[in-house]
């Protein structure tokens, strides 16, 4: 490599790294340390973040529960419709949050496809914080699933055939055997799940609305308090940075979607 093309990198990677520290800078610069101090101990970030922390958690454990079976059958079994229901799972993770937040309105609101039955039962999701809840669940989904099926792939095939051959019982070698070895790929997409669902807006607010206490997230906080409280919006965002480079840093110290040894 010459010495133009040494230039000519180095000054596109400057100007990449400027485009992206610069504003990240400037949420923490905004403001100084005793006004976000201020603002982080005060009502209008405290309820968002006890809100995010509470739907983030429950929703990244449920998708932990229901996607692990599907990501280890499309990992280690090979059948028709296989690619299909692979790129099924991803959708949510394209989808822009205004189709997500739509297509969950047309399923599930009282007059929606599934929501006319739940309805019958005196059920209403939208506007609850089981409507956040599954909003977020259905855009961070994918994250898990990827990173968790990449995870059960990564598992050497023979260790296996010789757990099977001290049991016959699938469900052993699964817990004892499969589960363990898959276990940093799984940690590592339940903390990127919650880490999208954390930030989940486009979806939670066409769903589920916004509203102060109980559907109010962080990122909807953040929406609301940059018309009358511009430094509480910044300490949520400082929030949000933090745990967003912390998170991204567990996943990559945990390996995560690494390529199948």
Request: with cysteine; charged share 10%; hydrophobic share 55%.
């Amino acid at each position: 490599m010459n010495r133009t093309q040494t230039l000519l990198l180095g000054l596109a990677s400057v100007l990449f790294l400027f485009f992206i520290a610069v504003p990240v800078a400037a949420v923490f610069l905004y403001t100084t340390p005793s006004q976000l101090a201020s603002a982080i101990t005060s009502d209008a970030v405290i309820t968002p973040l006890k809100l995010s922390f509470l739907t983030a958690t429950v929703s990244a454990t449920l998708v932990v529960i229901v996607a692990t079976p599907l990501s280890y059958a499309l990992a280690r079994r090979r059948f028709r419709g296989r690619l299909f229901l692979d790129t099924l799972v991803d959708i949510p993770m394209v989808l822009p949050p205004s189709v997500a937040g739509l297509a969950l309105l047309l399923a599930f609101a009282p007059r929606g496809l599934v929501g006319r039955y739940l309805l019958q039962q005196g059920i209403v999701l939208p506007g609850s914080l089981i409507a956040v809840i599954m909003a977020e669940a259905f855009v961070a989904s994918p994250f898990y699933f990827r990173s968790s099926k990449t995870a059960f792939e990564s598992v050497n095939q023979r260790i296996l055939d010789s757990a099977r051959i001290l049991t016959k019982s699938d469900a052993r070698v699964f817990l004892r055997v499969t589960l363990p070895l898959a276990s940093r790929g799984i940690l590592a997409g339940f903390i990127m799940c919650w880490a999208r669902a954390l930030g989940e807006f486009g979806a939670t607010l066409l769903f589920a609305g916004n509203l102060p206490g109980v559907t109010q997230t962080m990122p909807l906080a953040i929406y609301i308090a940059m018309a009358s409280n511009l430094v509480a919006a910044d300490a949520l965002s400082v929030i949000l940075i933090v745990i967003s480079f912390v998170v991204l840093a567990a996943f990559k110290f945990l390996g995560g979607w690494q390529k199948p040894a």
